[in-house]
C-alpha cells in the first residue's frame, strides 16, 4: 500500500514486480492489502508466474481480499501470479486483466459489482488463468456492461467458472465471452450461469467460442447470441 502511494505521489506509472514472492497483509483501515480508490492510469506488471503475490494470516479464511479497485479508470494487472482472494472491481471502468493467474482464491477470482448510479463498464480479462477458486473464477454482478472475457483457462473451480449473479436492479449489457476454456468445476454445477434480474435481463451480449466441459445456463437475457 505504500509503494502504491509513493508511486501516485511521484507522478509513476505504477509498479513492477520483479520474479519473487510478495506477501501482503491486511490493510488496517479496509478490507483488502492493497486499496486503489480514486486513482487513474496505473499498471501493476510482473514477468508472469514468477512474480507472485500471495495474502498472509487469515486471508486463507476469505474474508479480506487482495486488491480492491473502488472509483478507479485505466488500471492494469499483467503478468502475475495472484494468490489468495478476491479482486473486486468497484464503480471502475477500463479495468484490465492481462496474463494473471488467480490462484485458490477462498472468494471470487474477480468480481465486477456497479449500481444504478454508476456502473462498470470497459474493462476486459485477456489470457488468464483460474485455479481452484472456492466460488467464481469470475462473478458479475448488478449494472456493468460493454466488457470481454476472453481466451482465459478456468480449471479447479468450486461454483461457476463465470457466474453472473445479478443482487439487484442495474442492467447487465454487453458482455462478451469468448475463446475461454472451463474445464469441469468440483461441484458438478453449471460452469457458466448468465443472466439478469428477474425485472432487468442481460441483455445485447455475445456467447461464443467456447469450450465448456460442463453445463451452462441462461437465465433472464435479452438478445443473447
Same mark, same amino acid.
Given at each position: 500500500?505504500?509503494?502504491?502511494?509513493?508511486?501516485?505521489?511521484?507522478?509513476?506509472?505504477?509498479?513492477?514486480?520483479?520474479?519473487?514472492?510478495?506477501?501482503?497483509?491486511?490493510?488496517?483501515?479496509?478490507?483488502?492489502?492493497?486499496?486503489?480508490?480514486?486513482?487513474?492510469?496505473?499498471?501493476?506488471?510482473?514477468?508472469?508466474?514468477?512474480?507472485?503475490?500471495?495474502?498472509?494470516?487469515?486471508?486463507?479464511?476469505? &474474508? *479480506?481480499?487482495?486488491?480492491?479497485?473502488?472509483?478507479?479508470?485505466?488500471?492494469?494487472?499483467?503478468?502475475?501470479?495472484?494468490?489468495?482472494?478476491?479482486?473486486?472491481?468497484?464503480?471502475? &471502468?477500463?479495468?484490465?486483466?492481462?496474463?494473471?493467474?488467480?490462484?485458490?482464491?477462498?472468494?471470487?477470482?474477480?468480481?465486477? $459489482?456497479?449500481?444504478?448510479?454508476?456502473?462498470?463498464?470497459?474493462?476486459?480479462?485477456?489470457?488468464?488463468?483460474?485455479?481452484?477458486?472456492?466460488?467464481?473464477?469470475?462473478? /458479475?454482478?448488478?449494472?456493468?456492461?460493454?466488457?470481454? /472475457?476472453?481466451?482465459?483457462?478456468?480449471?479447479?473451480?468450486?461454483?461457476?467458472?463465470? &457466474?453472473?449473479?445479478?443482487?439487484?436492479?442495474?442492467? $447487465?449489457?454487453? *458482455?462478451?465471452?469468448?475463446?475461454?476454456?472451463?474445464?469441469?468445476?468440483?461441484?458438478?454445477?453449471?460452469?457458466?450461469?448468465?443472466?439478469?434480474?428477474?425485472? &432487468?435481463?442481460?441483455?445485447?451480449?455475445?456467447?461464443?467460442?467456447?469450450?465448456?466441459?460442463?453445463?451452462?445456463?441462461? $437465465?433472464?437475457?435479452?438478445?443473447?447470441?
Amino acid at each position: 500500500q505504500a509503494a502504491v502511494a509513493t508511486a501516485v505521489a511521484e507522478g509513476a506509472g505504477g509498479l513492477f514486480f520483479p520474479a519473487g514472492t510478495y506477501i501482503v497483509t491486511r490493510s488496517a483501515s479496509n478490507s483488502s492489502s492493497i486499496y486503489l480508490n480514486g486513482l487513474d492510469n496505473l499498471s501493476f506488471v510482473g514477468v508472469g508466474d514468477a512474480s507472485e503475490i500471495k495474502m498472509s494470516g487469515d486471508g486463507a479464511a476469505g &474474508d *479480506w481480499d487482495m486488491w480492491r479497485v473502488d472509483d478507479c479508470t485505466y488500471i492494469t494487472f499483467r503478468d502475475l501470479l495472484c494468490n489468495g482472494n478476491a479482486a473486486p472491481n468497484n464503480d471502475s &471502468d477500463y479495468i484490465r486483466w492481462e496474463n494473471v493467474t488467480m490462484k485458490e482464491s477462498p472468494g471470487d477470482g474477480i468480481r465486477f $459489482l456497479g449500481n444504478n448510479t454508476y456502473r462498470v463498464e470497459q474493462c476486459q480479462v485477456s489470457m488468464c488463468r483460474f485455479v481452484d477458486s472456492n466460488r467464481s473464477g469470475i462473478a /458479475v454482478q448488478r449494472g456493468t456492461g460493454n466488457s470481454v /472475457v476472453q481466451g482465459c483457462l478456468f480449471s479447479g473451480t468450486s461454483g461457476q467458472d463465470i &457466474d453472473f449473479e445479478p443482487t439487484g436492479n442495474g442492467t $447487465l449489457t454487453g *458482455w462478451i465471452i469468448d475463446g475461454n476454456v472451463m474445464l469441469p468445476n468440483a461441484s458438478g454445477s453449471y460452469s457458466v450461469t448468465m443472466g439478469g434480474f428477474t425485472t &432487468d435481463p442481460l441483455v445485447r451480449s455475445v456467447f461464443s467460442n467456447n469450450v465448456v466441459e460442463g453445463n451452462v445456463q441462461f $437465465l433472464s437475457t435479452k438478445g443473447l447470441k
